[in-house]
């Protein structure tokens, strides 16, 4: 019998107040008429990817009702004020078992596509050694990331933070760099102007077909 193909999971992070995008909610902005946040995990729905985490917190209920229809699961980050860590911790913790690896995102990276998610995953498992893949365009490191499982449980224990700005900077031993083929893993939406540009650029492609159910 075939080996079973090795289990990714993603933390998808949602939490965040967007100051920087003024009075909206930018995960709820519309994108090919479809909210961000919704836009972004049905490219990971459609992906490789075997279970989804989505942690929340600041507007958490209306944005769960964006979502909440989702064949993914959805979780409450109630300390998101004290920074992006918490919510990844929230994440990691809330996945109920032990993956191949876990794949970090963000809920606004609409230009990534799904075989950008499974390059960025065939280049994880790919890997001659470390245990971060941190995808790049044209040398400009971009998200998502990708960590092993051991440095979950690192994270987990406090004794890793990928907070720290300098991390891949400070660990090359531990981080994995690939070149992406498009530029969808340096695009993400944090202020009016980059909505705007996002918006009349031309790059929006549609949402993505929902491939599977949550078992």
């Known amino acids: 019998m075939a080996n079973a193909r090795p289990e990714i999971a993603a933390v998808v992070l949602a939490a ?18 479809v909210p961000l946040l919704r836009h972004c995990l049905q490219t990971l729905l459609a992906s490789r990817i075997d279970e989804i985490v989505v942690v929340l917190g600041h507007d958490q209920a209306s944005t769960r ?20 860590m918490t919510s990844v911790h929230c994440g990691l913790a809330s ?19 799904a075989g950008d ?6 280049a994880y498992l790919n890997r001659a050694d470390g245990e971060v893949v941190v995808p790049t365009f044209k040398g400009e490191r971009g998200n998502p990331i990708v960590i092993s499982n051991n440095c979950r449980a690192e994270i987990l224990s ?8 300098k991390f891949i900077e400070n660990n090359p031993e531990l981080v994995s760099k690939v070149e992406m083929r498009g530029p969808g893993v ?27 159910q949550v078992g």
């Open 16 to 33: 965040g107040s967007s100051q920087r995008m003024g009075k909206p909610n930018k995960l709820h902005l519309p994108i090919d008429g």
């Open 65 to 84: 009702a964006l979502v909440d229809d989702l064949p993914l699961r959805l979780v409450c980050n109630e300390t998101h004020e004290s920074g992006q």
């Open 95 to 113: 996945l109920k078992t032990d993956f191949e690896g876990v794949m970090i995102a963000l809920g606004d990276q609409p230009a990534l596509r």
């Open 117 to 122: 998610i499974n390059y960025l995953v065939d």
């Open 158 to 165: 406090g004794t890793r933070n990928l907070g720290c700005r």
């Open 186 to 212: 340096v695009i993400d939406l944090d202020t009016p102007q980059q909505y705007e540009k996002y918006c009349a650029s031309g790059w929006q492609h549609g949402s993505a077909p929902i491939k599977r």
